[in-house]
């Protein structure tokens, strides 16, 4: 997938003029990108819109107008958009009690190595990215890969089956895509 260049962001101004519609179109997009793992965990897959959206709205917040921030806005956020053959997802640690926040984040340590896609007999295990989580502390909020060998992606193209689990010892459950959702996916692995 192609990643995102300056060319593809739009000056404060004018993304002040066409926010409404561009959020509206990525709410929408979102919906069929979006899957809850249980109670405590959901995953957004990112994609090149879903990416420049974020862009806009981080450059928005802060009132970022110097090029060169906003070169380093787009190289951050550049990391979000899948390479070929993959797919890459924002996941939530969803923690309701904010009483008890830190102690309930860190029964997810581990969760880097416990997240798995599996589609029909291959499973596809979840590339976390790094400094996320250290020994006595952990984002709740977590970035992952999961790249595809070539039967796994014709076979997750074509409609088979396909599950998302994580298999950890504080946290155990697992979430079929439904149809549509993995459609919207497929997309990003036929490019």
């Not at 739009?10 to 959020?23: K, N, P, Q, S, V």
């Not at 929408?28 to 974020?54: C, P, W, Y």
């Not at 190289?75 to 009483?99: C, G, H, K, W």
């Amino acid at each position: 997938m192609k990643k995102v260049g300056l060319d593809d962001i739009l000056g404060l101004l004018g993304y002040e003029t066409a926010r409404e519609d561009f959020r509206r179109r990525i709410v929408e997009l979102k919906r069929n990108r979006r899957i809850s793992i249980g109670d405590r965990v959901s995953l957004v897959f990112e994609n090149r819109d879903t990416v420049i959206f974020q862009i806009q709205e981080m450059l928005r917040a802060e009132r970022i107008t110097d090029l060169d921030k906003i070169r380093e806005e787009i190289a951050v956020y550049n990391e979000l958009v899948p390479n070929a053959r993959e797919l890459s997802a924002t996941m939530f640690l969803e923690i309701v009690d904010q009483t008890c926040l830190r102690d309930e984040l860190l029964k997810f340590l581990g969760i880097d190595e416990a997240v798995s896609l599996k589609v029909n007999d291959h499973t596809i295990h979840g590339r976390f990215e790094e400094g996320r989580s250290k020994e006595d502390k952990i984002s709740a909020v977590q970035y992952v890969r999961f790249p595809f060998g070539a039967d796994a992606r014709q076979a997750f193209i074509s409609g088979a089956r396909a599950e998302l689990v994580i298999d950890h010892a504080n946290y155990r459950a697992s979430a079929v895509i439904a149809a549509d959702v993995q459609k919207s996916l497929a997309e990003d692995l036929a490019d």
